[in-house]
């Protein structure tokens, strides 16, 4: 084919190629265009569908093993001994080097062991130097759940390596998709892989390059770390840390954005990485889309883009994992606690492994979790969503009728009583008459409107129970009646925003799930009005204009100006106030302290312009403001203490938090009498995982190292 | 990588910098060592099992050669189409020592489906393409080019657009015209 030729096919097959296939032969039908050129585009056109995914590999890809094959063979030790040990096997080809099965022949027992021959980039004094420190380090890392390190130490010919305990299993990701676990299986198999990491950071050892290839799973279903503080002690040498960084002993899709900007890694780093690989087992998926995307691109999707929400990647995926995990069981709370686990911030991810997982046992048991978006109205919904308001609907509002009912019925026959009494007392008289009446009005009222619901059962005689056939639930009843509440109870603003305030309560659970559409539109409508017809009742000032207030903003509304953050925490701290004023003990109150400090972040909620509670006060516990802390504490716990009578893990933790906190400024009397209850109660308290007893250890141990220093 | 080398380098980079276009030549050696001892680590069996991205040593080249010398490099799409070049002969040379039979009996689509076929038939395959590539270099240069962009450079088709100086939707109009072409004669007995 001559060149010039080849510039007039390529010319038409490109024009060609844009046009849809039905309009292709037309466009070939040109008089302009020769036989053999025609001939020619067409022969290339039958390819099209061929090609769909030719060359969709690079070269690198394409050619995987040209290289390790030559290296395998001129690496191979295979027979050599190496300390104590003889070299069988090969095992594996690593960035840092390779990888055998040895055994002991020293004759004594047997044992087998993986040996790690380090590259010769890696031989250096200084590396060969820190083997010798760092062993003794690794040495300490004694857990059932991390391969250990038996020995290290360099080979005649000067080259370092490394004798690990030899693990036989397979990869986190491939044994939970392989046997099929669970969603809880997977999360209680990962938990486990949290323990290992929190006692190696216990320890003060980040292991710096988590990734599932790391954490195998034995027969047995459990995990074994492999690996630990090797990164570390690789990179001990600042000359060669670069080196380790670019040459991918980090595996880039499961390394943080920090360690690829080069910043300091510290445990932070860790649980990103943990939170990559959690991904990826409920998922399949990663956090971000790596796919077709070059190394250099594929960084930066790390450090510039926002992860994806798990819940949707397992529905995009094409993976084994949708068909035990649906998106609807990570929605909401698993997506949070991910998604913390991997902001691009070290200091928004959990401050600790153990908080991690904590949130994670959380979720398990059904409780709410620290993770959440930013928004308040998750606490709301969550404590909806635990007591199961779906079953007790029905109950709800039938109750709030009945009780109505009752209350109007009973006043109605009091004011009588009352108006018969004081009949010597003219104007006295007339007022109580007035009001009797008023009160046997809304007792009609409601009867009436009770009768209307009880309609909705009777297919035969009622048009309310035809149309839904007599199958009505509390559900359909109230879409059809919510806007009726106003006609039916006109003038009667207790009864109108007692019902819209149920009607709000119900329509925040179902702002999720099947019945979702026009639910959040139909909670913020009711909330609207209870809000304004508690007002009208009660006054600017009342208990329950206060939960009114905080349901209004649970819907998502403020009660003046334009709907944006500062308003928000505005309306918010307005009732957290009017309720701190009018009752203090409102149960409502511990929820509303919560919404406000799940926004603690956003400026518009901080501490300086607005009271908060007691989650607000690990933030100034963490940073050693302890006064600040103990006066939240102080505060928190009594409203806490009266709404769970019995034992209560987290609020225990908060006793001996607060214990700490008073130790901490030596108020030692103080200090006794909370550390007591923390104890006391730690101790007595009925097992559960989430609190391990083991983990008041580690308080006692902080406790009395800070007594010694008294 | 030795300090006189990072010395030597960086001087090169400068110059290349300052317009001196002779430092690029100057600068393959070092280059083709980087790519080469970069192929061997992420070509190895391990880490390509890891993961199927179309994993661009050129662009692990670049970064490893410029945080080395700490120098603003302007020239980073020219820099890929070196290394493009260089990577496909340093995987040509490869395929050399493995390949057996220079066509195997399969069909070569350079896509995850191959990823099956032995070394010594993929190593074919990718003498086989080193061959059309070369007849459509005298057919057509600049789509030539495109092709070792993308497939021995992992480039996309903005940075190739960027290196040639033409635009994006040129690249993505020769890469789909060329990639019939190219398919045909890989295949065709």
Known sequence: MQAENWGRIKELLQKVLQLEPSKRRKFLDEPGISLEIREEVESLLAFEEETEDFMSLSASVFSKDFFSKDEQVTNSLIGQRIGNYEIVAELGFGGMGAVYLATRVDGKFSQRVAVKMLKREFNTEKIRRNFKREKEILATLAHPNIAALLDAGTTEDAVPYLVMEYVEGEPIDKFCRENALTLNERLKLFNKVCEAVAFAHRNLIVHRDLKPSNILITKDGKPKLLDFGISKLLAADSEDESMITNLGAMTPQYASPEQIKGASVTTATDIYSLGVILFKILTGNFPYNFENKTNGNLLKEITDSEPTVPSQAVRAGKNEEIKIISPSQLKGDLDNIILKSLSKEPERRYQTVEQFSADIWRFVDGLPVAARPATFLYRASKFYGRNKISVLAAVFILLSLLAGITVAVSQANAAKAQARIASEAQHQSEIETAKAKSEEEKAKKISRFMAKIISYANPVWYAEGAKFNGEAKVIDVMDDLGEKIDVEFAGQPDVQSELHHKFAEVYNFYKTGARAEGAREKELYHAKRAFEFRKQYNGEKHELVAKDLFYLVSAGAVESGEVNDENYAKTLAKAIQMMRETNPKNLNLPYMLSAYADNLTSPYFSEQNHETYLQAAIPPTNEGKYQLAERYYKEGLPVYWEHYKEFNNAIVLDECNLAFVLVKQKKHAEFEEHYQICKQRWVNAPPNPEYPKSSLDFIEEILAENRLRF | ?189
């Open chain 2, 1 to 189: 990588m030795s300090e006189r080398q990072t010395s030597e380098i960086t001087q090169i980079l400068q110059d290349w910098n300052d317009g001196n276009e002779d430092a690029k030549e100057k600068l393959l050696p070092f280059v083709y060592d980087e790519l080469k001892r970069q192929a061997g680590f992420l070509m190895s069996s391990e880490r390509a099992n890891h993961t199927l991205q179309p994993t661009a040593l050129v662009h692990e080249a670049f970064l490893r050669l410029s945080e080395q010398t700490g120098i603003d490099w302007q020239n980073r799409s020219h820099f890929y189409g070196i290394a493009s070049r260089l990577m496909r002969q340093i995987l040509v040379d490869h395929a050399r020592l493995h390949a057996t039979a220079k066509r195997g009996s399969n069909a070569i689509h350079f896509s995850v489906d191959d990823l099956q076929i032995p070394v010594e038939e993929r190593a074919g395959s990718i003498l086989v393409l080193n061959e059309v590539l070369e007849r459509l270099e005298k057919l057509d240069e600049q789509q030539a080019k495109i092709v070792e962009m993308r497939f021995f450079g992992g480039m996309n088709n903005g940075e190739i657009a960027e290196s040639l100086d033409i635009s994006e939707r040129t690249v993505g109009r020769e890469w789909q015209s060329v990639r019939l072409w190219l398919y045909r004669e890989l295949n065709q007995k």
